[in-house]
């Protein structure tokens, strides 16, 4: 079974440049998650989608993230404009339905804002 | 407002010891708790899981004691091994309405041989 993928795997940027990210869940996930791993932290939700639904945004900065999936399927994250306190892994997971018994998670990008 | 306290931040244990992480929770509305493994460059794996009606659970060499009362819950690692090093990162759900993992800050753990 192929697991999650995410795309790419690292990313440097300047401070105030805009950058997004890719996320290809497990099929039949219905429920797609995206995470910030700050170094030295556990992952915090950013957002979380059910099918192309979003179910809980209350972490996301909608002053300069925005995430979206389409079609139900992929899911891309969006920063705009980045700062240098965005530098984190940016994981993306997924489950089978919205019970969250156990996430899937893909390796991440690695985000360095400089 | 951090929801899950997890220590030691680091672990050091010779193979064969017996490593036990701790994590104290605050929400009272957390109906399940896992613990997801992590080795570098990879993302968080699920390891084992409790949920708040049983007080132990086991799997292979991994278990989790859990104390309601106390809200506290632990991982043990019977017979570590050098590939049991990894972070490992407790988290608590929450309950009906809105199913969301809340993570600790994770624990480094290094089993030297």
């Known amino acids: 079974e192929a697991g999650v993928a995410q795309s790419p795997r690292y990313k440097i940027i300047e401070k105030r440049q805009s950058v997004a990210f890719w996320c290809n869940p497990i099929?039949?996930?219905?429920?797609l998650y995206w995470y910030q791993q700050i170094l030295g932290q556990g992952p915090k939700l950013l957002i979380q989608?059910?099918?192309?639904?979003?179910?809980?945004d209350s972490q996301l900065p909608k002053d300069r993230f925005s995430a979206e999936r389409l079609k139900g399927v992929d899911s891309t994250l969006k920063i705009q404009p980045a700062k240098l306190e965005d530098s984190a892994v940016y994981l993306c997971?997924?489950?089978?339905?919205?019970?969250?018994?156990?996430?899937?998670f893909g390796q991440g990008t690695r985000l360095t804002v400089v | 407002q951090q929801q899950v306290k997890q220590s030691p931040q680091s672990l050091i244990v010779q193979k064969g010891g017996i490593p036990i992480i701790n994590c104290a929770y605050e929400?009272?509305?957390?109906?399940?708790f896992p613990w997801y493994q992590q080795f570098p460059g990879k993302g968080p794996a699920l390891l084992i899981a409790?949920?708040?009606?049983?007080s132990e659970k086991k799997e292979g060499r991994f278990t989790i004691s859990f104390n309601k009362s106390a809200k506290q819950f632990s991982l043990h690692i019977m017979d570590s091994q050098p590939g049991d090093s990894a972070t490992y990162f407790c988290?608590?759900?929450?309950?009906?309405?809105?199913?969301?993992?809340?993570f600790g800050k994770g624990t480094k753990l290094s089993v030297i041989p």
């Open positions: 997971a997924s489950s089978l339905d919205w019970t969250a018994l156990e996430a899937f």
């Open positions: 099929s039949g996930h219905a429920t």
């Open positions: 989608f059910q099918n192309n639904g979003v179910v809980d």
């Open positions: 929400n009272t509305a957390f109906d399940y």
């Open positions: 409790i949920r708040p009606d049983v």
């Open positions: 988290a608590g759900r929450s309950g009906a309405g809105s199913y969301q993992l809340t």
